[in-house]
């Protein structure tokens, strides 16, 4: 029985780090098993410009503790109004990685989000020129359209398009949660990416409403089916090198969560390594890992894979924190209701 794995440095390829206290109380989380973390722009107001990710930038690493080597990967919010130039200019200066499309409307903070695609048109033409990534908010929002098909539907009436108007463009999936979205990164070619949460990997829609709503397993695309989580963890565990870890670890305060209208997000970064060890070694997949965590989110970013490494031990169950609390702020941190044995020892 393996009892021991020694993987590299995982890197979260998508991330909510916010901004101010939260930012304090939560960078510190990511950076103790992460190396790196593509940030996500959805604060209020947006990081729009190249300046304001610098700005972002800056206080990010000014949150982490000392002596942390966490690289944050910034994003643009990409709008209708994006200036391609400067895009352009921050993806060339290194100040960018990629630029994230929020449908209007779509989830938390989305609200100057991309209403009329053929106005970013010019946008991401461009950005396939230069090789800067989009990263996929995959829903679309049609009110018509239920919660638990907006998905795939996002997939059919807007990405596949987009992506056939569009050569060359590089894109993420981000969050996939259905076996359509597992089959279409699967099938997409080198330009095509696809992360997923650790919650999608645990949890279907029973686990969250059966018995009572559980308000810390709401998230956006919100859980699906049984059998959609076992083809996002069938696409995990293949070894396909597209597919790779983004957390979406989203912290909102335990009062946000546990209300009238509850927040979208769960907060993931404190245990996601021992989580994906549980799901990986359920799986019979331990092997495959290093690939989904550490190996295929760096090659499809064009970025070197880390120097360091993480060692996790399996024992007893560990004790899963209740809250990252920092002054004022407290975050309930994700428990997936099963035992984790898994923990980062070195
Ligand atoms: O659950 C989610 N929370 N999904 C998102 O897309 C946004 C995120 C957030 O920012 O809280
Ligand atoms: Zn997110």
Same mark, same amino acid.
């Given at each position: 029985?393996? +009892?021991?794995? +020694? ?14 206290? *939260?930012?304090?109380? &939560?960078?510190?989380?990511?950076? =103790? ?18 300046? @304001? ?13 000392? $002596?942390? #080597? ?54 991401? #033409? ?9 990263? &996929? ?35 993420? *999936? ?13 099938? $997409? ?20 409403? &059966? ?13 699906? =089916?049984?059998?959609? =989580? ?15 870890? $983004? ?12 209300? @009238? ?20 070694? #359920? ?23 880390? +120097? $360091?490494?993480?060692?996790? +031990? ?29 923990? &980062?020892?070195?």
């Amino acid at each position: 029985m393996t +009892t021991s794995i +020694t993987l590299i440095r995982p890197d979260d390829w998508h991330l909510h780090l916010r901004d101010g206290a *939260m930012l304090q109380a &939560v960078a510190p989380e990511s950076a =103790r098993h992460f190396s790196r973390a593509i940030i996500m722009p959805n604060l209020v107001p947006p990081v729009v410009t190249g300046a @304001e990710a610098t700005a972002y930038r800056d206080r990010i690493r000014a949150a982490l503790p000392e $002596g942390a #080597e966490f690289t944050p990967l910034m994003t643009l919010y990409l709008t209708e109004d994006t200036d391609a130039d400067d895009l352009a200019a921050a993806h060339r200066d290194g100040i960018i990685t990629a630029v994230k499309l929020y449908p209007a409307g779509a989830t938390t903070n989305s609200a100057s989000g991309v209403r009329d695609f053929d106005k970013v048109r010019p946008v991401l #033409e461009r950005m396939a020129e230069i090789g800067c990534p989009l990263c &996929v908010h995959g829903e679309v929002t049609d009110p018509e359209i239920d919660i638990f098909d907006r998905e795939a539907v996002f997939i059919d009436r807007i990405l596949d398009p987009i992506r056939r108007a569009t050569p060359g463009l590089r894109v993420v *999936m981000e969050h996939i949660t259905t076996k359509q979205g597992a089959d279409y990164a699967q099938s $997409g070619g080198p330009d095509l990416g696809a992360t997923i949460t650790v919650q999608h990997l645990m949890l279907d829609r029973n686990d969250m409403l &059966v018995g009572g709503m559980r308000p810390h397993y709401y998230c956006l695309p919100i859980l699906k =089916r049984r059998e959609h =989580r076992e083809a996002l963890r069938a696409a995990a565990t293949s070894g396909n090198a597209q597919i790779f870890l $983004g957390t979406d670890s989203a912290p909102h305060p335990t009062h946000a969560k546990e209300s @009238e209208c509850c927040s979208a997000g769960c907060f993931t970064a404190p245990i996601a390594m021992s989580c994906l060890a549980e799901v990986f070694e #359920e799986e019979g997949a331990l092997d495959k890992l290093e690939g989904f965590a550490s190996r295929n989110g760096p090659a499809f970013y064009r970025l070197p894979e880390n +120097t $360091g490494t993480i060692t996790l +031990t399996k024992g007893d169950p560990i004790t899963i924190p209740a809250a990252v609390t920092l002054g004022e702020v407290n975050v309930t941190v994700f428990d997936p209701g099963q035992p984790l044995h898994w923990s &980062v020892t070195a």
